[in-house]
């Protein structure tokens, strides 16, 4: 490669700076890209409805029934055919409606021409037939027949003549995200306004996706941002609890509470639970914070179903200043790499941008630039890793395999924070330097990623 | 649009409630003035031979405005002690009045399926949690408890239970509220020290 194509590929600049995956051999080499990165194939929406329509006119041939009832049972069976033909005969599907000869609507009560009813006889007008499917629809239920104890189900094609217009779109949309999620080791892109669906190529994992359309990175399991070293479920937990932080809040509430009517804050004294708020007067359930003059009534399911709410809180309360400090811990730790891989962010765009203009200026080639450029990447490679170790670590229970884990953080973090440094004061140091300070930070972090992959 | 539906399909439920007649099988439908054709008030007789035999229990029935496309909402006014049934709110757990409710149901085949649960509880999918352990763990405190409160709340004929009446009477008269007391004594399998300890919290 030359470098004039080299400075083509840097100068397009829109790409995001940290589009690393063909940059590092380094990983593949040693198969932390296969750790880490998720075997899979972006299609379009069209091309996977395609695919559907296919596999449910097969189904539909095989079994002589309708491709509109094929589907519904293939949804249901998770797109098995040897479990779909089962759910097939036990359910009942109309794909139609049709005109009967009645002439009396059960449902309206009143004389009409235009019954209709699927293949069990229920027979109703057009209008509440409508009425009727636009119900079931606003309450994202199935639509079923309106007849007494029947249990027939509507499929797709007897609901959609039903339904003209955006509820009819709506309808055929929510149909469509239901068989994406029906469909086994396929998952939308979860990127805002990105509607390109992945589809895996090996077992479904904890892996890095990156979105072929919108570059979105995400978790294959689970959609949110990659996270390995921590686990879907704990990454859930973990995110829940830092966006309410209700930590906090929990040791505040465990010996005070605001009034529910003025606001003011009230401390709770003796056991009872009726509390009376000293500003306004305003009378209150402390469990609960409901009104108490409503609370006779209510009482009983405000209280039954809990333990004594003052052995839980006298609990709570020894336990919650050493809680509060555990978590603080971690979260500012997460939070720290989160923040610096922001600003480090800026960094690199502004030190591509130095880059550009040096180059143009002929102050040094290219090559000087792309080290910089490269354990940058690689930096970030590792503050993003040390991020997702702070999750993991806080809901580890204290054993040898948390120590070993929090001493591989430990080194982990020794050389990132050096090559964070020599990168921020990269004129003071050599290329080699720089260099032998990013393959530490990168072999360091193989070791973690390696290590926490074999659980 | 769907609103004229409801009122007109209740119009005509009430006319036909009206012509069948509901008192031989112990259902009854109040409309007061006539005044609210949304909200309006039913009775059912609890069926012979059962803990509920000849106590009237009041309900209050709203219509939903896209009746009777959604289910009509109903609930106990008068207190009952039933493991489907809350103790606290009257609020039925009944399939048809949820998912299974078909739009060709009416008032009329609702309150009859309210007096047959009323015949048969199914403790297994309770609503209320405590009634339906004791219906489940102690039937006789069950009986004697459900019969207790048919008598007390909705006047089923016969003396009341004398060793519960004493108990609450007793409770009563440490200045408790009486309806209060009564349902800490019913969870309690009317053991006075438990239900009182209760109280007090
Ligand atoms: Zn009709
Ligand atoms: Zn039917
Ligand atoms: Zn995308
Ligand atoms: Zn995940």
Redo the contacts with the bound molecule.
Sequence with gaps: MSDSEDYEDFGSGDESWDDFEEDIELDKADNVDAIENFKCLFISSQIFKAKVEKEASAFANSCKISVSVAKTILMKSKWNTSTASKVLSKSKYGDKLVKTRKSHCDVCDEPRKDLYA?F???EFCLDCWRYHTRTRLQQRSDVC?M?HG?E?LLTESAVLPLVPGSLGKKFEEILFDCMVISYPGVRFCPGPDCSEIVMALEESSPKRVRCDSCATEFCFQCGLDFHHPTECSTIKVWLQKCSDDSETADYIATKTKDCPMCSSCIEKSGGCNHVICGLCKYEFCWVCSGDWKEHGAQYYECSRFKEDPEAVRAELENETRASLSKYLHYFQRWDNHSRSLKMEKVFQKNLQEIAQKEVQKSNGTWIDWEHLKRAGKILAQCRYTLKFTYPRAYFMDASKEKMLFEYQQGILEADCEDLAWKLENAREFSVAQLEQASAAAQKSRMTLVKSTSLL | MADSIAIARVQKELKDFQKKGGDLVGIRLDLGDGSDMMKFKGEIDGPPDTVYAGGKYKLLIEIPPNYPFSPPKIRFTTPIWHPNISSVTGAICLDILSTKWAAAMTLRTVLLSIQALLESPEPDDPQDAVVAAQFNKNRACWEATAKFWAQYHASAPGALNATYKDSLDKVVAMGFDKQKVLASLSQHDWNTENALQFLFN
């Design positions: 699927t069990c006889q229920h027949c007849g029947c027939v």
